[in-house]
């Protein structure tokens, strides 16, 4: 399995013949770039195919072996109104038929105008790209869904004359990871066709909102980091995928195939990748987290000794030797990124089922736009800005035509939220149930830590120097592993978050709880899809927080130093 790589085109119908050779040399530059520096991705192409910029670009991707995917604002019949001359008919129908999806944008149906029809390719083509690729004289314009529309939507979240203020938030003031163009510098066959001052035709640069540069030749740092993290989850998907295959849960069961949702079996297929990637990821950081507190405790053990009980040298020659195995641990999962890529996989994983769930029950944002993967982690690191990247193509066909049936919606009750003893209202029940179990045997550790510590200390308050000199060293021994005992444990309860775990499943529980409930007393369709919609973003808002509780726990070799030295 392959990851996409989705590079949109928007541009210029007019372009200039002279300049249309070097404009195809770019593009070829561009896509050749994608496929060396991220081999274990998918470049892909969407375009709408009008004349001009966005077939030029179709030709060029086709002629690479790069998927095609076709985006149209409206019905063939309905577009190709707009179709200036007749010669550009032909190369849009011989594309469509080369290409491997076409979708058609609900327009005119739902009452939009004209405008707003192309307002709103340009707002998914934004929304369902990593690079939005401009063919563009770059000057501003106020052309309702134009060229330079689309590009200031992929920069700021805003297209004046399209949506309501509403829809204008928090999102347009952070870091976004979604804004890059790469832009080639075009003229337009018009009069005062000409670039805008300080450009040149055939110019190129990665375009994005940084302050520093805005314009450079070199992929930013940021966007590459993105994306380099999409291409090692894709390879990590290959490298696994008889694993994978053959474990984790589907979310796409039987009964879900038979309802004949077009795009299901894609958010499914990642779903399945990342759950199968986080569940190995987990298990290689859950056994380095065992291993090293192990040690530690046997570090902690070994200081008691030769301190209380008897000063032999081998016992410091084991000290070092548990220490050096516990840093050579550390220093493994480090390098091999255990437990960020448990994290990153599992956050991953849990926003896709949201976004299947969501396309399953046929919910979509209208005229908003704002798509699952636009409102996941968006007050996050933009690090981690490759999530959204997976998402975002992914659910490509349901965004764009969503397919709303009762028969799917109460499917999605019954398999998403289920009862006490399905779904995820029975898994988080059962998880709750087992956190605190777990934690209450932490507590009764150190009761009982505490209790034989403090007996201790009473006995050599009470006995003082009647209790025989052979008893002391032992007893010594005793109170400082038990505390020890109860330390590690502790740790180990810190770095998986045991006491916050408790608390998140529980919230999780409540909201499932109060979702089956809303679900149960809702009369209509609509209701219902409502309370799903608050459930997933609920859920997706539990989601991040989780990523940015975990991210600073694991256990750093200062940790099992204060640890295995008794302090």
């Known amino acids: 399995m392959r990851q996409a790589l989705v590079v949109t085109v928007t541009g210029h119908r007019d372009l200039v013949d002279s300049e249309i050779e070097g404009i195809r040399e770019r593009v070829r530059g561009l896509l050749a770039f994608l496929e060396t520096r991220y081999p274990h991705m998918q470049p892909r192409m969407l375009s709408p195919l009008a004349e001009g910029a966005d ?45 491997e999806n076409v979708f058609v944008l609900a327009g005119h149906a739902d009452g939009m105008t004209h405008e707003e029809c192309y307002a709103r390719l340009g707002v998914f083509q934004a929304s369902h790209c990593h690079v939005l690729l401009a063919i563009w004289d770059g000057k501003d314009s106020h052309d309702l869904g134009g060229t330079s529309q689309v590009v200031r939507f992929h920069h700021d979240d805003i297209m004046p004359g399209y949506e309501p203020k509403s829809s204008v ?13 790469y832009h080639i510098v075009c003229s337009r066959d018009r009069g005062n066709g000409e670039p805008a001052d300080g450009l040149r035709p055939l110019d190129w640069s990665w375009f994005t909102k940084s302050e520093h540069e805005p314009r450079a030749r070199e992929l930013p740092d940021a966007h590459d980091v993105v994306f380099q993290r999409a291409d090692e989850f894709s390879r990590d998907a290959n490298r696994f995928a008889d694993r994978i295959g053959a474990g984790p849960y589907s979310l796409l069961t039987e009964a879900g195939s038979a309802l004949g949702i077009d795009g299901l079996e894609n958010i499914d297929e990642a779903f399945r990748a990342a759950d199968g990637l986080a569940i190995h990821y987990q298990q290689k950081t859950l056994n380095g987290l065992r291993v090293t507190h192990m040690l530690a405790f046997a570090m902690g053990t070994l200081f008691v000794l030769y301190f209380d009980l008897a000063t032999q040298q081998p016992l410091l020659y084991l000290f070092l030797a548990c220490f050096a195995v516990s840093v050579g641990v550390q220093k493994l999962a480090g390098a091999r990124n255990w437990h960020r890529k448990y994290l990153d996989y599992r956050t991953l994983a849990e926003g896709l089922r949201v976004q299947f769930y969501w396309a399953m029950a046929g919910i979509s944002q209208e005229k908003l ?14 690090e981690v800005g490759w999530i959204r990247n997976t998402m975002r193509v992914a659910g490509t066909i349901n965004d764009a035509r969503p397919q709303p049936h009762t028969a799917a919606l109460h499917r999605v009750i019954e398999e998403w939220v289920g009862d006490p003893g399905a779904g995820q209202l029975g898994y988080y029940r059962v998880k709750s149930g087992e956190r605190a179990r777990r934690h209450r045997v932490t507590e009764a550790l150190g009761s009982v830590s505490l209790v034989t510590s403090a007996t201790i200390v009473v006995l050599f308050l009470v006995a003082g120097a009647s209790i025989p000199a052979n008893l002391v060293g032992p007893l010594m021994v005793v109170m400082g ?8 444990r502790h740790a180990h309860a810190f770095a998986t978050a045991e006491r916050e775990l408790i608390k998140q499943y529980e919230f999780m529980l409540r909201i499932f709880a109060n979702a089956s409930k809303r679900l149960a007393e809702s009369d209509t369709d609509d209701q219902r899809r409502e309370v799903l919609m608050a459930l997933g973003s609920s859920a997706l808002d539990e989601h991040a927080q989780w990523l940015l509780m975990h991210r600073e726990r694991s256990l750093d070799q200062s940790g099992i130093w204060r640890m295995g030295s008794g302090s």
């Open 369 to 382: 736009e704002t798509y699952s993967h636009d409102i996941f982690l968006r007050l996050q690191d933009p």
């Open 481 to 488: 592993v038990t505390l020890l005992l109860f330390g590690v």
């Open 169 to 181: 938030s928090q999102h347009m003031l952070v870091d976004d990871e979604s804004d890059l163009v």
């Open 55 to 99: 077939q030029l670009a179709a030709k060029v991707a086709l002629g690479m072996s790069v998927p095609l995917d076709v985006v149209l604002p409206m019905p063939k019949a309905e577009y190709l109104k707009d179709f200036a001359d007749a010669a550009g008919v032909g190369p849009f129908h011989e594309l469509c038929d080369q290409a």
